[in-house]
């Protein structure tokens, strides 16, 4: 069982040390493949998920200072190098929790992105209806075993609900931006048609992406 708990747990570690990076070459890979515009706002808001770490991160330092090392190299997230001189393999600031900064934001985008959608979801019939619901019992469950590692291993769990929140106001923010500019089409991953209501004929229409 021990064995278990180890693997498991070191595997959510090293996911959240690729946070955000990973996601941001595997959006810019994903829009070259299938030119689904929605791939390459997401790579955008990695990027302004990036800035606003380092912009929450350096008020916190302005304010408490410097924050130590967590619990261990591990921790830190970001690609690491063989070598082991950890002040010139990553920064030493990365107060509140980068990784599970990351992971919240995103969920929060993802989750969002979702809603944006649930309503087509259903009106297209029984297999696709439960897909939502789906989603955001995945997101709600990666986002909780995050939590516990991370609480485990690396963070106290007051860093953690600052990075929660601040996560949660930046991903939905940026969701707003991102759909203002860019129109639902910024969010629709899956390529589904928009789904208009007509209130005076009293049906309902769809009209297909372009």
């Not at 509140?96 to 990351?102: A, D, G, M, T, V």
Request: aromatic share 16%; glycine share 8%.
């Amino acid at each position: 069982m021990a064995d278990l708990w180890n693997g498991i747990s070191g595997t959510i570690m090293q996911l959240g040390a690729l946070m955000p990076e990973s996601i941001l070459f595997g959006s810019f890979l994903m829009y070259f493949i299938t030119l689904n515009k929605s791939f390459a706002v997401f790579a955008i808001f990695i990027v302004e998920l990036i800035l606003s770490h380092k912009g929450i991160s350096w008020m916190v330092k302005q304010t408490t200072g410097e924050s130590g090392y967590p619990g261990g190299v591990q921790c830190f997230a970001g690609y690491k190098s063989a070598r082991k001189n950890v002040e010139r393999m990553m920064p030493l600031h990365q107060y509140p929790s980068y990784s599970f900064f990351s992971i919240t934001a995103i969920a929060t985008y993802l989750g969002l992105s979702t809603r944006q959608y649930a309503d087509t979801m259903k009106a297209m019939g029984s297999q696709w209806e439960g897909r939502a619901s789906l989603a955001y019992m995945f997101i709600i469950g990666i986002l909780v075993t995050f939590f516990i590692v991370r609480v485990a291993f690396c963070d106290k769990p007051m860093e953690l609900m600052i990075a929660f929140a601040t996560a949660v106001v930046c991903g939905a923010f940026f969701f707003k931006i991102n759909t203002m500019f860019f129109t639902n089409e910024a969010v629709n991953f899956l390529g589904l048609p928009d789904m208009l209501s007509k209130d005076k004929e009293g049906n309902t229409i769809y009209v297909c992406s372009k």
